[in-house]
């Protein structure tokens, strides 16, 4: 990538009022597949400093919630809709309050990335851990029918995780946005419509299901 590139999308954030270029990756993406909708609760994991955060309040709108969450503090001011936190998004006591103040989640978006080394092989490993475990997290927090949209850093682990993502939803899509550099290994793995096993009996299931327009 040139300079200039980046400074393209850098300077367009500055003008366009986000606290990050890395608003241009999920705004191409719904603009082309339309994850979100009006009213809907959306889980954003590794949310600072906070752009994805300005974009999806504006699509879920005031009937609509977004929960972000990082390791880092979010400082910015976002409308009521917007819940922040600062956590480690798999600490198990942080997945329990999720669970019980704000879940099931209509859509669930990860661009977490972990502090980079430098070194390709090892830095791609601990972005797919992030990943897998992310993918556990939506089976207990993402509602049937649900959305899914993750950062992941190919390396030796991508195609087996790609296998288990196309396993649980019906739809599956790699996607390398314009606005991210093209040679960071960097991709996102939409995965619209979540096949959420069943519980043994439960009769509240229908009214959770984001159902079929998605
Ligand atoms: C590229 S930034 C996210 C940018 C954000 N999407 C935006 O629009 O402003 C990645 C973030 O992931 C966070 N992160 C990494 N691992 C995390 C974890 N286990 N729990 C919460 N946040 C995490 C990092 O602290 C970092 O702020």
Redesign the pocket.
């Known amino acids: 990538m040139s300079y200039n590139y980046q400074d393209h999308y850098f300077h367009r954030a500055r003008k366009d009022r986000?606290?990050?270029r890395?608003?241009y990756k999920?705004d191409e993406i719904q603009k082309k597949y339309k994850i979100f909708r009006p009213g809907d609760r959306v889980l954003?994991?590794?949310?600072?400093?906070?752009?994805?955060?300005?974009?999806v309040s504006g699509v879920v709108g005031s009937r609509g919630r977004v929960v972000g969450?990082?390791?880092?503090e979010i400082a910015h001011s976002f409308p009521p809709q917007v819940k922040v936190y600062q956590?480690?998004?798999?600490e198990p006591r942080f997945r329990d309050f999720l669970l019980r103040e704000h879940a099931p989640f209509d859509v669930i978006v990860s661009?977490?990335?972990?502090?980079t080394s430098g070194i390709k092989a090892a830095d791609s490993a601990r972005s797919e851990l992030?990943f897998e475990?992310s993918l556990e997290l939506i089976r207990e927090q993402l509602k049937p029918r649900g959305h899914f949209l993750a950062?992941i850093f190919q390396g030796s682990q991508f195609h087996s995780l790609l296998q288990e993502v196309k396993r649980q939803f019906d739809w599956v899509k790699v996607v390398k946005p314009d606005a991210s550099k093209k040679k960071s290994k960097e991709i996102y793995i939409l995965a619209m419509r979540f096949r959420k096993p069943s519980p043994p009996s439960s009769p509240g299931d229908e009214k959770e299901d984001r159902g079929a327009q998605a």
């Open positions: 986000y606290l990050s890395a608003v999920l954003d994991m590794g949310a600072a400093p906070g752009s994805w955060l300005q974009l969450v990082d390791l880092k956590s480690d998004v798999f661009d977490m990335a972990p502090a992030l475990q950062k």
